[in-house]
């Protein structure tokens, strides 16, 4: 059985949680558990996981901020090629951090995991030239259950680090990324 060190202060939003696994190195490389349901139930973090996916972007892809409006998903993501800006933003309704968001990097270097509760919006951006993605979430994608946000909405303010050698305009969104609301129009339409 492997050790997790979880780190809970994500920004004061309760439920958003980083982990890091034990990395065990030696002359051949390294061995880590990626997942041990005991460790992270003692962690916290007791849900059934129902689906793997995983997504390559190049340098610059914000992917985002996604979630289920009727069928929500908690995830459990990590890096396992190059290196994102991982981010959560807090939808519970009566949720006294409603709005606020998380960050944080993930990489294959630091091999850190960000577990996202339902009720929380995702997204993240590439920094490194090329990254490879993989979450696992609680529940199946159900395509006429999409929700999603302005991933620049000044009323989230999320600070994203714009990668080496691009500016703002570089970025590269889905067509579908670039016209969600903000979180005021999301919250006034439900």
Same mark, same amino acid.
């Given at each position: ?7 809970? #202060?994500?920004?004061?939003? @309760? ?18 558990? =990626? ?17 793997? #996916? ?19 998903? @908690? ?21 006294? =951090? ?10 294959? $270097? #630091?091999?850190?995991?960000? *577990? ?7 997204? *993240? ?6 990254? $490879?993605?993989?979450?696992?979430? =609680?529940?199946?994608?159900?395509? #006429? ?9 000044? $009323? ?7 990668? $080496? ?12 990324? =670039? ?12």
């Amino acid at each position: 059985m492997g050790k997790i060190i979880v780190n809970s #202060n994500c920004n004061g939003i @309760a439920g958003l949680k980083v982990i890091e696994p034990e990395v065990r190195k030696d002359d051949r490389g390294y061995f880590m558990e =990626t997942y041990n349901f005991r460790d992270f139930k003692k962690a916290g973090i007791d849900c059934e996981f129902v689906q793997d #996916n995983q997504s390559a972007s190049k340098k610059g892809v914000l992917r985002g901020l996604h979630f289920q409006i009727q069928f929500p998903q @908690a995830k459990l993501v990590r890096a396992v090629y190059g290196e994102v800006f991982d981010v959560a933003v807090d939808l519970r309704e009566g949720s006294p =951090t409603f709005g606020k968001w998380f960050g944080v990097i993930l990489s294959a $270097e #630091n091999k850190k995991q960000f *577990f996202v509760p339902e009720g929380f919006a995702h997204g *993240f951006l590439v920094l490194s030239d090329y990254a $490879e993605f993989c979450y696992k979430v =609680t529940d199946f994608y159900h395509p #006429n259950d999409e929700g999603g946000l302005l991933w620049e909405d000044p $009323e989230i303010g999320i600070q994203w680090p714009i990668p $080496e050698g691009m500016s703002r305009e570089d970025l590269i969104l889905s067509e579908k990324d =670039t016209k969600w609301g903000t979180i005021l129009e999301w919250k006034k339409g439900r």
